[in-house]
């Protein structure tokens, strides 16, 4: 199929670092895009086998990267880091407010050197009161479990779903 023609073409390229941007800006596109929510699994799948095509026809070292980008997206252990945060949210933030907060479905912590440097923290000034207190929250919980890590919000990345309940007319 297509995977197979591209791989022959890829063969026979001088420039496999172009090769490797130009993919990568593209996974970065697939991995964190709105489309995303849909399919994830069978996307992730056809992601590993073409970089296991092109560990073939070329090195593993040439497809870490983007690996990274994929293991990064890994819901497995991103559902784990949802859960713990809703630990700690019920834990701080639930004490004081007898309503439920709303708690994003998906919060990833990316590792910035596997991702393109086109991803840059934006420079939103302003978020919603209910977003930067989630925001604070999850600054707060991340922190105090990886003390030494870097935390930037990348909001120019972000996926909302808005969902509402609107009366039957009558």
């Known amino acids: 199929g297509m995977a197979r023609q591209t791989i022959a073409v890829f063969v ?3 420039d496999k670092d172009l090769f ?3 993919y990568t800006d593209l996974l970065h596109h697939r991995l964190l895009g709105p489309q995303q929510i ?3 699994a069978v996307h992730k799948e056809l992601e590993a ?3 296991q095509m092109l560990i073939d026809a070329h090195d593993a070292t040439f497809v870490q990267r983007m690996q990274r980008m994929i293991d990064d997206t890994d819901t497995d252990s991103n559902d784990a880091l949802h859960k713990s945060f809703r630990t700690f ?3 701080q933030i639930n004490r004081t407010t007898p309503h439920k907060v709303p708690v994003p479905s998906q919060v990833l912590a990316l590792t910035k050197t596997a991702w393109p440097q086109s991803i840059r923290p934006s420079l939103l000034h302003r978020l919603p009161h209910q977003l930067q207190t989630l925001s604070d929250a999850f600054a707060q919980f991340y922190m105090r479990n990886h003390k030494f890590r870097e935390l930037s919000f990348l ?3 972000t996926t909302v779903v808005l969902r509402a309940k609107f ?3 009558q």
């Open 20 to 22: 490797q941007q130009s």
């Open 155 to 157: 909001w120019n990345e």
């Open 89 to 91: 949210l019920a834990h």
């Open 38 to 40: 849909y399919n994830v």
């Open 12 to 14: 026979f390229l001088h």
């Open 167 to 169: 009366p039957k007319q």
């Open 49 to 51: 086998k073409f970089l």
